[in-house]
């Protein structure tokens, strides 16, 4: 987990209610991936970003959810408005241009009631 | 697109037996083979990996094999510990970026 920070770790919310689940990677890293995980569909990519400009968002689920990179050291994943399905937990990743390995975070478990 | 298979989804075994977990992948434009690890409550971390260009890799207790052409490849756990029960993910990848996972293998090493 050491060199990614996500927060808020745990979240709690209402259906309709705006989420912001936030990512903060250390420097030298110049890819950083947004990743949900549940028991019924495993790990999903959902977006990813080269140089703070999104690369691939083909696996974001609905219109519901945005992401923006306006940094290299600061990423938002954002769900407006959330509803129970969207209930998992959430990793942000980063990686290097040329290099394959990700480094992920330590997640945000989000419950939506 | 790619998709990842991985069998076992749930393996027991006793401490200092051996574990192998299977990974078959559909894309053969993939060239890039990470295994992660996934402890309760925590992230997946990676514990080794595996480039088109390489049929085996070793890391002490820990190894991996990719056979191309029949499009999959194994992770292989020696001498296993109860510290190594987690869950286990194949993953692959067209030059690192959009990494497809399989459903992962949850590992349980009896003392």
């Known amino acids: 987990d050491a060199g990614v920070i996500q927060s808020p770790r745990h979240e709690v919310t209402e259906m309709g209610q705006e989420v912001t689940l936030r990512c903060k990677p250390i420097s030298g890293h110049n890819s950083l991936f947004w990743y949900r995980q549940t028991m019924m569909r495993g790990l999903e990519l959902l977006i990813y970003f080269n140089n703070n400009v999104p690369i691939d968002d083909s696996g974001m689920p609905e219109d519901r959810f945005s992401a923006k990179m306006p940094n290299a050291s600061f990423s938002t994943l954002k769900i407006q408005p959330s509803e129970p399905r969207d209930s998992a937990v959430y990793f942000c990743?980063?990686?290097?241009?040329?290099?394959?390995?990700?480094?992920f975070g330590p997640g945000t478990r989000l419950t939506v009631l | 697109g790619e998709n990842v298979e991985q069998h076992p989804s749930t393996l027991s075994v006793q401490e200092g037996d051996s574990a192998v977990i299977k990974c078959t992948y559909s894309?053969?434009?993939?060239?890039?083979f990470p295994w992660y690890k996934q402890e309760l409550g925590k992230g997946p971390q990676l514990i080794i990996d595996?480039?088109?260009?390489?049929g085996e890799k070793k890391d002490q207790r820990i190894a991996v094999t990719l056979n191309k052409t029949a499009k999959h490849f194994s992770l292989h756990i020696t001498e296993t510990q109860p510290e190594d029960s987690a869950v286990y993910f194949c993953?692959?990848?067209?030059?690192?970026?959009?990494?497809?996972f399989g459903a992962g293998t949850r590992l349980f090493v009896k003392a």
């Open positions: 990743a980063i990686g290097t241009s040329g290099y394959n390995e990700q480094f």
């Open positions: 595996i480039r088109s260009n390489v």
């Open positions: 993953a692959a990848s067209v030059g690192g970026f959009k990494t497809i």
């Open positions: 894309d053969s434009a993939s060239n890039y």
